[in-house]
T-cell receptor, first 115, second 117 residues
Framework: EAQVTQNPRYLITVTGKKLTVTCSQN?????MSWYRQDPGLGLRQIYY???????DKGDVPEGYKVSRKEKRNFPLILESPSPNQTSLYFC??????????????FGPGTRLTVL | AQTVTQSQPEMSVQEAETVTLSCTYD???????LFWYKQPPSRQMILVIR??????QNATENRFSVNFQKAAKSFSLKISDSQLGDAAMYFC??????????????FGTGTRLKVLA
């Protein structure tokens, strides 16, 4: 089954404790992306990657790191989480280029709470 | 920088009626892509419809259609014969073309649609 998986689905942590949210896709997609969703703000793109070892900043990259060492995985790293990073996080992937093949597939979301 | 605006935080529609959700955007690019996504209470993000800016014809997907006005930078979603399952948050989104090298997505703040039985 074609899917994007995220782990963990729920996480409660404390300020300053490093954490990683994993994202994996099994569709051989070149493009992967991380978003955060906050009430009243919609989805905002954090980072994206157009291929292995190629990453770029979205609109809200501060406080986050990413890496793309393998095509299927795109982990999101919070080196020193703060309460303002409490949010719902989505990973997504797609093929590149035009046409319907560039449809983004989203993971189920990760609810992160930073105390 | 590109922006996407959804000015209706919440809308209601009677079952079987038609509703239109508004979206405006701002960009200096001539080629781009526009999307409507649906997010039901399960939080799953589902693509409803997409529109390529170079196509003048409005996209349609069954009961969902768009009114794309490129000059006005407007991209509204029309839902016909509304069903209870259409109740969700709807997000409008913009994406730069692949040729731009950035491939960024910009989402609006969303419109919560309630369907009344």
């Amino acid at each position: 089954e074609a899917q994007v998986t995220q782990n963990p689905r729920y996480l409660i942590t404390v300020t300053g404790k490093k954490l990683t949210v994993t994202c994996s896709q099994n569709m051989n997609h070149e493009y992967m992306s991380w978003y955060r969703q906050d009430p009243g703000l919609g989805l905002r793109q954090i980072y994206y990657s157009m291929n292995v070892e190629v990453t770029d900043k979205g609109d809200v990259p501060e406080g986050y790191k990413v890496s793309r060492k393998e095509k299927r995985n795109f982990p999101l790293i919070l080196e020193s989480p703060s309460p303002n990073q409490t949010s719902l996080y989505f990973c997504a992937s797609s093929f590149l280029g035009g046409g319907s093949t560039d449809t983004q597939y989203f993971g189920p979301g990760t609810r992160l709470t930073v105390l | 920088a590109q922006t996407v605006t959804q000015s209706q935080p919440e809308m209601s529609v009677q079952e079987a009626e038609t509703v239109t959700l508004s979206c405006t955007y701002d960009t200096s690019e001539s080629d781009y892509y526009l999307f409507w996504y649906k997010q039901p209470p399960s939080r799953q993000m589902i693509l409803v419809i997409r529109q390529e800016a170079y196509k003048q014809q409005n996209a349609t997907e069954n009961r969902f259609s768009v009114n794309f006005q490129k000059a006005a930078k407007s991209f509204s979603l029309k839902i016909s014969d509304s069903q209870l399952g259409d109740a969700a948050m709807y997000f409008c989104a913009y994406r730069s073309p692949y040729t731009s090298g950035t491939y960024k997505y910009i989402f609006g703040t969303g419109t919560r649609l309630k369907v009344l039985a």
